[in-house]
C-alpha cells in the first residue's frame, strides 16, 4: 500500500516533508554530498579516538519540588532529555518531559549503534509523574520507544509532536497523542505548546526518509499565568528561523538549545548547530538564557567529548555575553531558572557566526 497523501504546504509536497528556503541561512550553505563521501568518512572515523567522561559528581537539586511563580525547574537528564516543571496557578506544576531517552543505545536494536558514554543523569522511576512528552521528530536519539513505553506504563501522559510522528509512538502504546505542523499550537495543562520551525530531517529505516517532520516547541502559558517561556529546539542546524520564531511568538526566557554532534561539518552542516552557531540563535531569538544540549551523551559525530563546551565559552565570550547568559547544567542537574533576564540587543553576533 502507498503512504498516505501529507499536507501541502511550504515545506511539504505531499509526499515528503523538506526545509523551505525560507529558513535557510543567506546564502545558503549545504551542498549535496555523495555516498563515496558517506562511506570514506565511516571509514576514517574508525580510527578517532574513544570518548572518555569522567564520573559527574552527584546531581544537584530536587527535581520534585514545586517551582515557585516566575521560575522554571530544568533538570538535565543528557543529550536532548530535560524535566521540566512550570508552575501553575493554584501552587500545582506541569510536568513536561522532552525528547526522552533513557536507553542505552540510541538504536534499533539492543546490540549495536550508539551507547552512551554516561548513564541518564536521573533515572526514570526517580522522576516525579510526567504529564505531557514533547517528541521533535523520529531519529531514534530523540524517539526512543523503549523509554516512551515505559512512560507510558507508569505515568500515560500526553504527546505532542510533529506530523508523521504519531504512527512510531504508537508503537510504545501511547494513545494521547497530538500532531502539531509548524506554527499550530495545542493547550494542554495551562499552557500553550506551538511547533515550530526546525532545520533538519528524518528517517528510522532507508525507506522513510522524511516521511515525518521535525519541529522546535515553544512553551508559554495559554493566558496569563505564573510560568517563563521555554524553547526548545529540538534539532536543528542553523538558519533564519530563529529570528522567525521571536518575531512570530515572542522572545523565550529561557532556550534550550543543542551545541554538539556537528562534526564534519559538509555532512553535519544542514542539520546540526556549531557552538557559535547555537550563541547565535540565542541573539537571533533574543532568549533571556539559554542551556546546551545534545552533547557529551552519545558519540555520533567526530567532536572531541570534551570540544562543544570549551566552543561554547569562547564563543560567549566573543559574542560579549556573560557567562550566566549560555549556561551548561550538571549531568542530572536540576536549576531553578528564572524569567524576565533583560534580552541581547538585536544584530550582535558571535565572531565567525553567520547567518
Same mark, same amino acid.
Given at each position: 500500500?502507498?503512504?498516505? &497523501?501529507?499536507?501541502?504546504?511550504?515545506?511539504?509536497?505531499?509526499?515528503?516533508?523538506?526545509?523551505? @528556503?525560507?529558513?535557510?541561512?543567506?546564502? %545558503?550553505?549545504?551542498?549535496?554530498?555523495?555516498?563515496?563521501?558517506? /562511506? *570514506?568518512?565511516?571509514?576514517?572515523?574508525?580510527?578517532?579516538?574513544?570518548?572518555?567522561?569522567?564520573?559527574?559528581?552527584?546531581?544537584?537539586?530536587?527535581?520534585?519540588?514545586?517551582?515557585? &511563580?516566575?521560575?522554571?525547574?530544568?533538570?538535565?537528564?543528557?543529550?536532548?532529555?530535560?524535566?521540566?516543571?512550570? %508552575?501553575?496557578?493554584?501552587?500545582?506544576?506541569?510536568?513536561?518531559?522532552?525528547?526522552?531517552?533513557?536507553?542505552?543505545?540510541?538504536?534499533?536494536?539492543?546490540?549495536?549503534?550508539?551507547?552512551?558514554?554516561?548513564?541518564?543523569?536521573?533515572?526514570?522511576?526517580?522522576?516525579?509523574?510526567?504529564?505531557?512528552? /514533547?517528541?521533535?521528530?523520529?531519529?531514534?536519539?530523540?524517539?526512543?520507544? %523503549?523509554?516512551?513505553?515505559?512512560?507510558?506504563?507508569?505515568?500515560?501522559?500526553?504527546?505532542?509532536?510533529?506530523?508523521?510522528?504519531?504512527?512510531?509512538?504508537?508503537?510504545?502504546?501511547?494513545?494521547?497523542?497530538?500532531?502539531?505542523?509548524?506554527?499550530?499550537?495545542?493547550?494542554?495543562?495551562?499552557?500553550?505548546?506551538?511547533?515550530?520551525?526546525?532545520?533538519?530531517?528524518?528517517?528510522?529505516?532507508?525507506?522513510?526518509?522524511? *516521511?515525518?517532520?521535525?519541529?522546535?516547541?515553544?512553551?508559554?502559558?495559554?493566558?496569563?499565568?505564573?510560568?517563563?517561556?521555554?524553547?526548545? @529546539?529540538?534539532?536543528?542546524?542553523?538558519?533564519?528561523?530563529?529570528?522567525?520564531?521571536?518575531?512570530?511568538?515572542?522572545? &523565550?526566557?529561557?532556550?534550550?538549545?543543542?551545541?554538539?554532534?556537528?562534526?564534519?561539518?559538509?555532512?553535519?552542516?544542514?542539520?546540526?548547530?556549531?557552538?557559535?552557531?547555537?550563541?547565535?540563535?540565542?541573539?537571533?531569538?533574543?532568549?533571556?538564557?539559554?542551556?546546551?544540549?545534545?552533547?557529551?551523551?552519545?558519540?555520533?559525530?567526530?567532536?572531541?567529548?570534551?570540544?562543544? /563546551? *570549551?566552543?561554547?565559552?569562547?564563543?560567549?565570550?566573543?559574542?560579549?555575553?556573560?557567562?550566566?547568559?549560555?549556561?551548561?547544567?550538571?549531568?542530572?542537574?536540576?536549576?531553578?531558572?528564572?524569567?524576565? *533576564?533583560?534580552?541581547?540587543?538585536?544584530?550582535?553576533?558571535?565572531?565567525?557566526?553567520?547567518?
Amino acid at each position: 500500500m502507498p503512504p498516505s &497523501p501529507l499536507p501541502m504546504s511550504d515545506h511539504c509536497d505531499g509526499r515528503r516533508f523538506f526545509n523551505p @528556503a525560507s529558513i535557510l541561512p543567506v546564502p %545558503p550553505r549545504a551542498r549535496h554530498v555523495g555516498l563515496g563521501e558517506i /562511506l *570514506r568518512w565511516q571509514w576514517r572515523r574508525r580510527r578517532l579516538p574513544a570518548w572518555s567522561a569522567p564520573p559527574p559528581p552527584p546531581p544537584a537539586g530536587d527535581p520534585h519540588a514545586l517551582p515557585d &511563580p516566575g521560575t522554571a525547574h530544568v533538570t538535565f537528564i543528557g543529550h536532548s532529555t530535560f524535566l521540566l516543571r512550570l %508552575p501553575r496557578a493554584g501552587g500545582t506544576a506541569l510536568t513536561v518531559l522532552t525528547d526522552p531517552v533513557f536507553s542505552d543505545r540510541c538504536s534499533p536494536v539492543r546490540w549495536a549503534g550508539p551507547r552512551r558514554v554516561l548513564p541518564p543523569g536521573r533515572g526514570l522511576d526517580t522522576l516525579p509523574r510526567v504529564d505531557l512528552v /514533547l517528541v521533535s521528530h523520529c531519529h531514534y536519539d530523540h524517539l526512543d520507544l %523503549p523509554s516512551l513505553a515505559a512512560l507510558g506504563r507508569r505515568d500515560a501522559p500526553a504527546v505532542i509532536t510533529a506530523p508523521g510522528n504519531a504512527r512510531h509512538i504508537r508503537k510504545a502504546g501511547l494513545r494521547d497523542i497530538v500532531e502539531c505542523d509548524w506554527w499550530e499550537s495545542h493547550d494542554f495543562g495551562g499552557m500553550r505548546i506551538t511547533s515550530t520551525p526546525a532545520r533538519h530531517g528524518s528517517a528510522r529505516t532507508p525507506f522513510d526518509a522524511n *516521511r515525518a517532520l521535525w519541529c522546535g516547541f515553544d512553551i508559554r502559558p495559554a493566558s496569563e499565568g505564573p510560568a517563563p517561556s521555554v524553547f526548545f @529546539a529540538g534539532d536543528s542546524g542553523h538558519g533564519r528561523h530563529w529570528a522567525q520564531i521571536r518575531a512570530r511568538l515572542g522572545a &523565550p526566557d529561557i532556550a534550550l538549545l543543542p551545541v554538539g554532534a556537528y562534526d564534519p561539518r559538509f555532512l553535519m552542516e544542514p542539520v546540526h548547530v556549531t557552538p557559535e552557531e547555537a550563541v547565535s540563535a540565542l541573539i537571533d531569538l533574543e532568549a533571556g538564557q539559554a542551556v546546551g544540549m545534545h552533547y557529551g551523551t552519545f558519540r555520533l559525530t567526530d567532536e572531541p567529548y570534551d570540544e562543544p /563546551l *570549551r566552543r561554547l565559552a569562547v564563543a560567549r565570550a566573543a559574542a560579549g555575553l556573560a557567562a550566566e547568559r549560555f549556561v551548561e547544567l550538571g549531568h542530572g542537574e536540576c536549576r531553578v531558572m528564572a524569567a524576565g *533576564r533583560a534580552v541581547m540587543h538585536r544584530g550582535l553576533a558571535p565572531q565567525g557566526a553567520s547567518g
